[in-house]
């Protein structure tokens, strides 16, 4: 199919069936603002540049004491050195995390590139800081893991002279030609696109581009972007719709939104996307927490892309590689009720999470298979059969006023295959 330059062609695309499989992805917002890492607890760490210009902000005073009144932002990539960095190592978390894609930020609000850009000469990590390309050292750590690359893209720059100029020009002159260059030099299976909020997709000439990106790209067949196109896009247009800590746009959840397609809630383990080291354990998403959003999710038709913040030296916080761990090990479980699923029900049951394939349901509660449940969105029917994915236990179904009810015999916590959630499998 050939698309055209209008959003009733453009929307008419299905997302790639691949997406939504998948459910997991892993969100990487790593860049010189990893350096300072810093802003107010619930501040967005990796927005330092545009903070650090106002005078009364934490992070302004924060800036002025650690590193001084005349030290500049741009100063920050030189220090940007990423000696620890090993992406072979990074890869492997990600895959043992139990994710499918990986979104790294090739450039951030600021402008400055984990790659080489003919468009952003000496403000990318092969020119200065580090002297590497992350995007293509990524890119080849992951083959063969059975995770897909892809990346984040602003589509704005702060303080880019043309930008501030006239933004239709600059969209036209630089953000098109640099958005073409990495799509096909990098080949990525998402795009991320964001900072799209102040101007209508029409001063972003967003259409065009993505036209192009569906007929004519190397990625045609299989990418994903977003809905990120314009003040008017949101929930409504693009590609995947996109929440962010909860909410579309303008206070909008998912609930408010007639879905034809898969979204994607992104958030990081704690409050920023970019390393925050004012952030404490409080701040941060037990495993069971981040559990809980993903079965959430996942029975809504969503997908969960889990942000970590590396360190300016490319090591990734610890707390950040156990929770993704912790996550993993679920998923090696539990993962057939999760992977592949799609919609079972609509309607919410407290403490419940459903999901389908195929001819099997999945309820996956968060408490221990003890005494009893009645799964109040599966009717019971004679034959019905229920196995709980993480323990071998034989399981009963009983009739509760035409609902399938489960009422466990004893189990031994020690022989169960996980925590914090348990998925059962109901089959007729």
Not at 124 to 140: A, I, Q, Y
Not at 413 to 427: D, G, W
């Amino acid at each position: 199919m050939t698309y055209e330059n209008n959003w009733e062609s453009l929307n008419a695309r299905p997302v790639p069936e691949w997406f939504a499989d998948a459910k997991f992805g892993i969100f990487i917002h790593w860049g010189i603002y990893s350096v300072p890492a810093f802003t107010k607890r619930g501040d967005y760490a990796e927005w330092y540049m545009r903070q650090i210009e106002n005078p009364d902000s934490e992070a302004r005073k924060f800036h002025d004491r650690v590193y001084g009144k005349d030290f500049h932002y741009e100063d920050f990539a030189g220090m940007f050195k990423a000696e620890l960095f090993d992406a072979n190592q990074w890869a492997d978390l990600i895959r043992r995390s139990g994710a499918k894609y990986m979104n790294l930020v090739s450039k951030h609000h600021d402008g400055f590139c984990l790659y080489k850009s003919d468009y952003a000469w000496n403000w990318n990590t092969v020119d200065v800081g580090p002297h590497r390309d992350f995007c293509m050292e990524l890119k080849t750590a992951l083959e063969g893991t059975g995770v897909r690359f892809g990346v984040y893209h602003s589509v704005y720059e702060w303080f880019h002279p043309l930008f501030l100029k006239d933004p239709e020009e600059y969209a036209l002159k630089h953000l098109h030609p640099m958005l073409k260059e990495l799509i096909t030099k990098y080949e990525p299976a998402t795009l991320f696109t964001d900072g799209e909020w102040d101007y209508e997709s029409s001063v972003w000439h967003s259409t065009e581009f993505l036209q192009w990106l569906y007929n004519e790209s190397p990625v045609k067949d299989y990418i994903v972007p977003n809905d990120r196109w314009g003040k008017e896009t949101r929930g409504r247009l693009g590609g995947n719709f996109t929440t962010e800590y909860g909410t579309i746009d303008n206070g909008r959840k998912i609930e408010d939104i007639e879905l034809d397609r898969p979204f994607e809630e992104c958030r990081g383990i704690g409050r920023s996307f970019g390393l925050n080291r004012a952030e404490t354990t409080e701040d941060y998403l037990s495993a069971k927490e981040l559990l809980v959003t993903l079965c959430d999710l996942v029975s809504k038709g969503g997908n969960f892309l889990l942000n970590i913040g590396p360190a300016a030296d490319g090591t990734i916080p610890v707390i950040m590689e156990e929770r993704l761990l912790q996550m993993g090990k679920w998923l090696e479980v539990n993962g057939d009720a999760i992977y592949g699923t799609r919609v079972y029900t609509k309607n919410r049951q407290e403490g419940v999470y459903y999901t389908k394939k195929a001819d099997k349901v999945y309820a996956i509660i968060d408490r221990f298979p003890f005494g009893s449940v009645t799964f109040n969105e599966i009717p019971y029917e004679d034959g019905l059969k229920a196995r709980l994915l993480s323990h071998p236990a034989a399981l009963t179904v009983g009739n509760d006023g035409g609902k399938a009810k489960i009422t466990f015999p004893p189990i031994d916590p020690e022989e169960v295959a996980c925590e914090y959630l348990y998925a059962i499998e109901f089959t007729r």
